[in-house]
């Protein structure tokens, strides 16, 4: 009941840490009985319980995480609402295409829009794009290509460019990659270089433009529930061991 009262409002601004720790208080102290007069042990951490089933949890919502995924809603609506009027006034107010939404700053920005930036960098990692004219994707600094950006793939390099925000159409024009360093190679870096170039050559342009494909659904389609399962999930699960008796 009561991580359904906020849900609306969830949907629209990041919530303050003091907001949600209110109501993670009150939460707790519904499920451990703990009332004035009455005052009982909460057993477990909050954020254990507060972890899906699967995870060792009792599925109780996290607020915090809930809050991250259903703002990520609006980065869905955004990327589907090609031509209605609301995209185009966020596009020219807020410059969302100098290339694309995750580079966009919102400084000055309305509640609203930073709260809707504030969960598309926290869903950011979630997508990959598809190049089409690639206008859209930085070359280095998005993911377009393997599991991660190449910023991270060959860190040693994107340190050394001074075209870190380039996008694909103005790095690559179909031979050559158009880089420049701030010193020169060592033969090892070079090496490395090489690599990206023949990465490169592996691009195929087309007329459409770029788009977003999101990994943790087979639609490739952004939900909530996929992105709740990734953040909620704190890196540990309960492995159950049988008890092995060895001979004596």
Known sequence: MLTSIPVYLLSFIKFPKWAIKVLKSHMANCLWNDVEGNRKYHLAKWESVAMCKEFGGMGILNLRDLNVCLLGSWLKRYIGGQGKMWREILDSKYNTENPNIFSTKDTGASQFFKSFMYAARAA???????VGNGRKIKFWEDNWLGSSSLAIQFWDIYVLVNEKSGTIAELWDGENLRCTFRRTFTFELYNIWMEVVQLARTINFSEEEDALIWQFSS????????????????????VHVVEYKGSP
């Not at 950011?124 to 598809?130: A, D, N, Q, T």
């Not at 490739?220 to 996929?226: A, I, M």
């Open 124 to 130: 950011k990692m979630g997508f990959r794009w598809r």
């Open 219 to 238: 639609s490739g389609t952004y939900s909530s529930q996929s992105l709740y399962k990734v953040i909620n999930f704190r890196g540990v699960q309960q």
